[in-house]
């Protein structure tokens, strides 16, 4: 996700970080170095050579600082960036147990019913057009068992 424009917020204590979508809020104390009131941002820009998945910002004291857009996506729970980090952290799984199941490919590509090709981009953890049911699917091939645990962020 691209960042069209970012600004210092002294009154929330926070960066306003504008993308084509949203606008999303981050807060100094999460950034390194913080910014604060006795050392301000004096200069404030979309990093260009980071493909403007970045912002830059230098304080009154010298220091600079970097913060990428997915920890602002994080910080926030962006819904379609959690997405993607749970397919990933699936995806990932996926390999591991590929690697290690005693099932050759060409087995596990016939009982999932699909192509090779989209077996192996089931298996690519860049790509996030796949679903987290296809996934899953192959993971019960595999035979693993799947649980999703939901837990209070206080606990």
């Given at each position: 996700m691209k960042i069209r424009s970012v600004?210092?917020?002294?009154?929330?204590?926070?960066?306003?970080?504008?993308?084509?979508?949203?606008?999303?809020?981050f807060p100094f104390s999460k950034a390194t170095p913080p910014?604060?009131?006795?050392?301000?941002?004096?200069?404030?820009?979309?990093?260009?050579?980071?493909?403007?998945?970045?912002?830059t910002y230098t304080l009154a004291c010298g220091n600079i600082g970097t913060v990428p857009i997915d920890q602002v996506l994080d910080y926030n729970q962006d819904p379609g960036y959690m997405r993607d980090l749970l397919l990933y952290k699936l995806t990932i799984e996926a390999q591991k147990q590929v690697e290690e199941s005693k099932l050759s490919k060409r087995e596990i590509i016939r009982l999932l019913g699909t192509s090779p090709a989209q077996f192996y981009r089931l298996l690519d953890s860049t790509n996030y057009r796949k679903t987290v049911d296809k996934v899953l699917l192959l993971l019960h091939v595999l035979d693993c068992e799947v649980d999703l645990v939901v837990k209070n962020k206080s606990a």
């Open positions: 600004s210092p917020n002294y009154r929330k204590q926070a960066f306003e970080v504008r993308t084509w979508r949203k606008m999303f809020l910014p604060s009131t006795q050392n301000s941002v004096t200069q404030l820009e979309v990093d260009r050579e980071l493909g403007q998945e970045a912002f």
